[in-house]
Structure formats: structure tokens, C-alpha cells
């Protein structure tokens, strides 16, 4: 149990001073909910602001804070703005323009004659200087505020005083850093670094001891899950050949050399009683799925459950037809579970599953989730997640009275040490050969300008019968600006969509995020039973889908998406026997890294080269402000950050369990707080006194 010290840091945010319900639903979509998570959002960097008292000193752009002498009202005509006319010290005139609710109560606020200090970002509007919603300003103005990722209806400003006021709740903690790490870094203490961090967004060394700690509990809890597992013996499972080598005999095709191997690993891990921890790396197309169903049939021969689970409702449901398909007529007895199945269904999936009346379940989170139980689950099998984190493993270890064997696949070649960080310690098997008979995707990049050739293209290669996906981006979510309203991020996709019905008709299908389930699943089926040729998506299909037909890929700003995306979508065609193509659709004025980018698309289809370009163009300079960084499963931690901080976090962690492995003294004490804080409570659970 949490000590209760900590509690202040978990209550809910909308305990802090005046946060109404208004704040509370604008933090939430910062997924900020409790008072840590105030803490946790870091400011970005500065917003400066320049007092001056003569516009001819100011440039367009600029923020600045001028005393000005209000000269006249003009109220909204239509859906205009309320202009108010005002005078700087010169005479020299500036706009103050309000939108929407904010026009309301201005001739109070800003009585003509009085002089008043504004403070904004100044436009030039019909050659005139505008500010739109300038802030009045009462006292000395801040030359430099922090910056906070923003959403509709919260501010930088608001953010901060919520800051402050959270620091307040933060208890005095013991160090749990070892002293001589902590010495020779220079690092300040936890609680300081908090405050530091969010008045001054420069602070290093405050960032720097934050990541670290959030990486230290990460490594820590991992050190506890291994320790554990040393101690609770898993079950030998021993396969038989009974189904496995009727599944051989059934494939269209000989596995190939990789694959083979990989199975072998499996199995030799299988067949000992310590719970297998493996991960099976292998590029988009290399043939994991089969590979997994070999290991799933070994389990059901000797006599346990496989579990098999895939990031998404979609994968889930895709992943149980291609078994399905599989396993022909072989006597296997396969169940689906989704976070939407209910009711009745549902109730009869779990009751057959506790029986043991289902051999592999097949689903989503759903089926490690704490209603759902096992009769006797041997393998656990996770596909394409960026992570399965301490709790999820403990979880899993608890549908079972010995922990099952895990085997994680990803298409994802990670680095050594963010695998560490995410799926903790395990062997590694690799499918570094692709099934014969592929032809690479031909890639070629198009401008956008050339949308017609495109269009024509599309019509040519769907009346020859195959199919298409056309991808688009999310829309961006600004960070800066508070005047900017919250965009629906599958906007450009619904457009494109609309577009193409047009001229297609109702072959176009659409995917987004944002559909209700029911309605991806129903266009996704069009589109898998060929009654759709073309599917308009966002990333959503990124992982897994697989439609062979499909063999023209449409990646529209391909420069906004990352490197290892980009070879995740493509991934999706070349899958059949048929040519793909893929094309690549760009904008104007690329930046550098955006040009490299697309040629390495270009030049390689090899995912490891891929990969490792991915990292470098990414580089350590790039700031990710906005959760885009939570993809890498650290709220704290950058990606550069994990790179450089995480060795030492690991080798500390080590150091700690192996002088006080049940984290019993002092250390090991204030150790079991920084857990809690990072809400590892999961990892600390199998300590006494946890
Ligand atoms: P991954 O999950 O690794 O991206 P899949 O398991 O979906 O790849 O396999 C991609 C495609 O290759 C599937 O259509 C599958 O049937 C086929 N495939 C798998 N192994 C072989 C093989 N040894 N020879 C030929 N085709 C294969
Ligand atoms: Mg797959």
C-alpha cells in the first residue's frame, strides 16, 4: 500500500485552488488528472515578452507588453472581431481585436481615455499593428514566462500558478539516488528539481535528475519482477508433434531458415520449468505470425492455454481469422475476447475459457484483465506492443498459479536499452530473413501538386481489381498558442475521404481513431472482403493489417511522418504476389531531415537500416514537448534522455537489489516511495511489507 505521505501527490487535480469543472475537462485532455501529473508536465521553454513604449521600436511577430491610451470602441459587425482603436506614446496607432465571449464587458474594461498596459503578440492587420486578445498588465511585466504544452481553455500562465501550487503538496522525501551518483552529477533533490523545472524550463540538471528517477523506478521495478521470477518456478512444457507437424504439413509454403530457428528457441525455453521471457524481432512481413502459432500449438500439446494478444480491436479480430485459417481443421479450439464484447458473448467466452473448454484465446488487453481466468494458461503470447510494462507482466503472472512463458513480437528492431525499458530483461530470437518470392515495394515520391496524376493512377490499378490504402496524417496540435482551438485531429482524413467518395463512390472506406468501434470494424470488413478498394485511414492501420490484394500504398505529407512509420505503412502492401507501390506524397518547402527521410525510403526497404536512420535523423536536439514521447512509455524521459540516462539508471537499480534486495534499509526505504510515486505499486507488491 502507498504510504499515505504520498497521498497529496495523487489527489485529484481539481483539488488544487479554483479548478472548476471547465479546467478540469482542459486538463484532461493534457492527461492531467491528479496532482502529480501537474507536476509531471513540464514547461517547454520560454515565452518572452518585451516592454517598449513606441511601436516603431517593436517588429511584426513580437510579443510585447506597450502602454497605449484607448481612443475608440468599434463593436463586432457580423462574425468580426471587436476592434478597440487605441494610441501609443507617440501617437502611432494599435488595434486590440477580441473574438467570440471574450468581446463581451470590453467598454468597462477598456474605458476611452484611460491608458493601460497590453500585453501580446503583435500582427500587422491591413497594414496597421493588431493584437489579438491582448492580456491587460498590473505591475512589472515577467520579460520571460515558461511556455506549457497547451490545449483549448488552459494557459501557460495557469498552468504555472497550478505548478505552484501543486509544489506545495510535495512532501519531504529521503534520497533515494545513491550519494555518489548524486555528488558527481550535481543533481539537485526531488523536491527541488520540481520547482526548479517549472520556473525556469532551462534547468538541466533539474531535467535530468526528474528522467533519471522515472528510469531508475522503471529499472528498479523490473530488478524486483526478475527477482521475483527467480524465485516462483513456471511449468515445462513439453510439445508433442501432434498438432505442430500437422500445421507444418498443411503451409503453403516451407518456413524459412529464420523462422525455423526462432521456433527451435521457443521451444527448447518452453520445455524448461523457469517462465520463458523472449522477444521475436522481425520486420514487417517476415512471417512472426506462423511462428507464434507454432508456439501456441507446442503449449496446447502439452496440455496448457495460449493467450495471444494484439494492441488493437482491429489486429485482435485480423489475428483470429489468419489463425483461424491456420489451423484448418486441426482440432484446436480458438476463442476471441475484446474490450467489446459483452454481455452474454462475453459470459460465455469467460465460463469456456475457465473450463478449458478454449484452447487460445485471441484478443485484446481484455483478456489479461482481472474478471478473465484461465484454467491452466502455459503461454502468453503479446503482439506489436511498444511495451508490456511491469504491471501488465504481473498481471499476466497472476491468471496463472505458476507464471506462463511470455513471448513478446515486434517489428520494431529497438535499441538494447530501450528494450530494457520496456519489456525488462529477455533473450532475443530475430527473423532476419525474408519469405522468398518478395518483390520490394517500388517507392517514389510524388509532389502533392500532382494530385490529378495520382488520382487517374488510383483509378487505373482499382478497375485492374486490386486494392489500395490511402494514409493521411493527424491533423498537428499546436502547443503555443491559447487563442487556437482544439482540432479534430482526423480531420485531413475525413477530407480525403470525401474527396475520393466522390469519384469512387462507395468503394472508398475510412478508418479513423475517432470512429466508434462498431463502424471501423464494419468499413475495415469492406475493405478485407474486397467490397472496398480503397481505404482512406490515419495510422490506425499502421501495425499488423493485412490484405494481400492491397498493392498500392498512398502516404499523403509523407514528410510528416517518422522513418519507422513510414516503413510500417509500407509494410502493409508487397504482401502478395503482385507489384506494389508506394507512394510517397509531399508538400513544398521540406525541411532537411524531412528530404533525408524520404530518400532513405527510397534508397532501402531493409528495417534495420531503417531504424537506425530513424534514430540519428531524430537526433538529440529534437524536444518533444507533447506526448508524443509517451509512444516510448516515459512521461518524464525524452527519447534522448532514455538513450543517455538509462545505463546508469539500469546499473544503479542492480546495485540497490543486490546490497538490499527486499529494499528494507534506509535506501531501500526511500527506494519503495520513488516506486510509488512512478506508480510501480505492481513491482513493489512482491516485497514483504509491500
Ligand atoms: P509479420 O507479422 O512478421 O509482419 P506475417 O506473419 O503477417 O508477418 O506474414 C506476412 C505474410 O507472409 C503472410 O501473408 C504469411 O502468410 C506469409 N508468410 C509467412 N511465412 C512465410 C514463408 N515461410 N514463406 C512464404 N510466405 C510466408
Ligand atoms: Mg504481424
Known amino acids: 500500500m502507498r504510504p499515505d505521505r504520498l497521498n497529496p501527490l495523487f489527489a485529484a487535480a481539481a483539488s488544487l485552488p479554483s479548478v472548476g469543472p471547465a479546467a478540469v475537462r482542459a486538463l484532461e485532455r493534457l492527461d492531467i488528472a491528479r496532482v502529480k501529473d501537474v507536476l509531471f508536465h513540464f514547461p517547454i521553454g520560454w515565452r518572452h515578452t518585451r516592454s517598449i513604449t513606441h511601436l516603431a521600436d517593436a517588429r511584426e511577430g513580437e510579443r510585447v507588453a506597450i502602454p497605449v491610451t484607448i481612443v475608440a470602441h468599434e463593436p463586432p459587425r457580423g462574425r468580426g472581431p471587436h476592434r478597440i482603436a487605441a494610441d501609443d506614446a507617440g501617437g502611432l496607432g494599435l488595434v486590440l481585436a477580441f473574438f467570440g465571449p471574450r468581446a463581451s464587458g470590453l467598454a468597462a474594461r477598456f474605458p476611452v481615455g484611460s491608458t493601460i498596459t497590453v500585453a501580446g503578440r503583435l500582427d500587422l492587420w491591413n497594414g496597421c499593428f493588431q493584437i489579438i486578445h491582448p492580456e491587460p498588465v498590473q505591475g512589472r511585466v515577467a520579460e520571460a514566462e515558461p511556455v506549457y504544452p497547451l490545449t483549448q481553455g488552459m494557459t501557460s500562465r495557469r498552468l504555472a500558478a497550478l505548478a505552484t501550487s501543486a509544489l506545495e503538496r510535495v512532501p519531504e522525501l529521503e534520497e533515494w539516488i545513491e550519494p555518489s551518483l548524486l555528488a558527481k552529477k550535481g543533481w539537485p533533490a526531488f523536491r527541488e528539481a520540481l520547482s526548479l523545472v517549472h520556473s525556469n524550463p532551462e534547468s538541466e540538471a533539474a531535467r535530468n535528475r526528474l528522467a533519471h528517477d522515472e528510469l531508475f523506478a522503471s529499472q528498479l521495478a523490473w530488478a524486483l519482477v526478475r527477482a521475483r521470477r527467480r524465485r516462483v518456478k513456471g511449468r515445462a512444457l513439453q510439445g508433442s508433434g501432434r498438432l505442430t507437424d500437422r500445421l507444418l504439413e498443411s503451409l503453403p509454403w516451407p518456413l524459412t531458415g529464420a523462422q525455423r530457428h526462432a521456433i527451435a528457441e521457443i521451444a527448447g525455453d518452453m520445455a524448461q520449468p523457469a517462465a520463458m521471457l523472449r522477444l521475436l524481432q522481425g520486420d514487417v512481413g517476415a512471417g512472426k505470425t506462423v511462428v ?45 475476447l475484446s474490450g467489446r464484447d459483452k454481455g452474454k458473448a462475453r459470459e460465455a467466452t469467460l465460463s469456456a475459457l475457465a473450463a478449458g473448454e478454449i484452447d487460445i484465446l485471441v484478443g485484446t488487453h481484455a483478456i489479461f484483465m482481472g474478471a478473465v481466468q484461465y484454467r491452466n494458461l502455459g503461454l502468453a503470447i503479446v503482439d506489436e506492443q511498444h511495451r508490456f510494462g511491469v504491471a501488465q507482466r504481473m498481471m499476466l503472472s497472476e491468471k496463472a498459479d505458476r507464471p506462463p512463458h511470455l513471448l513478446v513480437m515486434t517489428a520494431t528492431p529497438i535499441p538494447r536499452t530501450l528494450a530494457l525499458a520496456h519489456f525488462g530483461e529477455m533473450d532475443v530470437s530475430r527473423l532476419d530473413e525474408r519469405p522468398p518470392g518478395r518483390q520490394p515495394v517500388d517507392t517514389r515520391v510524388v509532389a502533392l501538386a500532382r494530385l490529378d496524376d495520382v488520382l487517374d493512377g488510383l483509378a487505373r490499378h482499382i478497375a485492374s481489381g486490386a486494392q489500395a490504402y490511402w494514409v493521411c496524417p493527424l491533423l498537428d496540435a499546436g502547443v503555443e498558442e491559447e487563442v487556437q482551438s482544439d482540432p479534430d485531429a482526423a480531420a485531413p482524413a475525413v477530407a480525403r475521404a470525401a474527396m475520393l467518395k466522390h469519384r469512387f463512390g462507395n468503394s472508398v472506406a475510412l478508418v479513423h481513431g475517432k470512429m466508434p468501434g462498431a463502424q471501423r470494424d464494419a468499413e475495415m470488413a469492406r475493405f478485407q472482403s474486397g467490397a472496398a478498394k480503397v481505404l482512406v485511414a490515419t495510422t490506425v492501420i499502421e501495425v499488423g493489417v493485412d490484405v494481400p490484394n492491397a498493392s498500392l500504398m498512398v502516404i499523403e505529407a509523407a514528410e510528416r511522418f517518422g522513418l519507422a512509420q513510414l516503413h510500417q505503412l509500407r509494410g502493409r502492401v508487397g504482401r502478395g504476389t503482385a507489384k506494389s507501390v508506394c507512394l510517397l506524397l509531399r508538400g513544398e518547402n521540406l525541411s532537411a531531415s524531412a528530404k533525408e527521410r524520404l530518400k532513405m525510403m527510397r534508397a532501402t526497404d531493409d528495417g534495420f537500416a531503417i531504424a537506425e536512420a530513424d534514430l540519428k535523423l531524430r537526433g538529440a536536439g529534437e524536444l518533444l514537448g507533447t506526448r508524443q514521447s509517451g509512444d516510448q512509455g516515459f512521461t518524464i524521459a525524452t527519447p534522448e534522455q532514455v538513450s543517455r540516462l538509462l545505463p546508469a539508471a539500469d546499473a544503479d537499480a542492480r546495485l540497490l537489489m543486490a546490497r538490499d534486495g527486499g529494499l528494507e534499509g534506509p535506501r531501500g526505504a526511500a527506494a519503495r516511495n520513488l516506486l510509488y510515486i512512478f506508480e510501480k505499486d505492481a513491482a513493489v507488491a512482491t516485497l514483504r511489507g509491500g
Open 292 to 336: 507464434a502459432l507454432m508456439a501456441l500449438l507446442f503449449a496446447v500439446e502439452a496440455g496448457a492455454q495460449g493467450a495471444f494478444l494484439a494492441p488493437t480491436d482491429l489486429l485482435a479480430r485480423q489475428h483470429h481469422a489468419t489463425l483461424q485459417t491456420m489451423l484448418g481443421t486441426l482440432p484446436v479450439r480458438l476463442g476471441f
